[in-house]
């Protein structure tokens, strides 16, 4: 049986691409190259690249970018763009909680939920978490973005999400204290007109939960801010009013 997010993704990406949460491609970018030092001879894993949109702009300024996804639909449509773009990039049908490579990585990035987050377990979660470890030298970075379980405290979810402009309607979210989860419907129309009915579960995360799930990782130094779309920036505190955090952790 398929989870929500393989149904999700199994027939999607065009209509994903769409999405307004998609559309801060350039300036999410910018900061990567900044915390990479404008290094182009660094390596970089994307992990759950979806339809490649931080992998292709990152080849097309010079990085060799290798992107994993579970979807074989949105890494299709990945490779399309990548060839219209001219860059070469490795796109690869791989589960974020089981992969290795033989040769690691300078970076990682896991950008708008990559895999991490989705997961069904927390043990799935932390799995990734290890995968991308591994998969980094020495000194590697790892960047990524994950849901802030500081927002629905004070907000609502529903109210946020149904205000985002996006392609799918939530509806039946609840929110349960004790695990950090949030359930829902999301109803959307997939890349032939076809709607769907889903049943989402998702993780939020703490701080100080990301920084001892790192530390337990062996990740000397972690930090946190508020992702903003599109400006991603260190100089944005962390805040309640932040629906995603982002990370960024050094071996």
């Known amino acids: 049986m398929k989870q929500w997010y393989q149904e999700l993704f199994s027939n999607y990406a065009r209509t994903y691409d769409k999405e307004p ?57 990945a490779r399309k763009k990548a060839r219209g773009s001219g860059v070469k990039i490795d796109f690869l049908k791989m589960d974020a909680r089981d992969f290795s490579f033989n040769e690691p990585f300078d970076a990682a990035i896991m950008i708008c939920e990559g895999a991490f987050s989705l997961m069904e377990t927390d043990e799935m979660n932390y799995k990734i978490l290890q995968n991308a470890e591994q998969s980094l030298k020495k000194e590697g970075t790892f960047i990524f973005t994950c849901l802030n379980a500081l927002f629905p405290l004070f907000h609502s979810v529903k109210e946020f999400l149904n205000k985002a402009g996006s392609e799918a309607s939530t509806s039946d979210l609840s929110f349960d204290l004790l695990t950090f989860r949030e359930t829902s419907i999301i109803t959307i129309t997939d890349d032939s007109g076809n709607e769907k009915k889903l049943t989402a579960n998702e993780r939020y995360y703490t701080p100080s939960e990301i920084r001892w799930l790192l530390q337990s990782l062996n990740f000397r130094k972690t930090d946190i801010y508020g992702c903003h779309l599109g400006k991603f920036s260190r100089n944005h505190p962390l805040t309640t009013e932040d629906f995603e955090m982002l990370v960024i952790a050094g071996k």
């Open 21 to 77: 949460f998609t559309q801060g491609t350039a300036g999410e970018v910018n900061f990567i190259e900044q915390e990479l030092q404008h290094d182009t001879s660094k390596t970089i894993l994307d992990i759950g690249c979806g339809t490649g949109r931080h992998a292709i702009e990152l080849a097309r300024r010079g990085y060799t970018v290798t992107g994993i996804d579970l979807s074989e639909s949105q890494l299709q449509h």
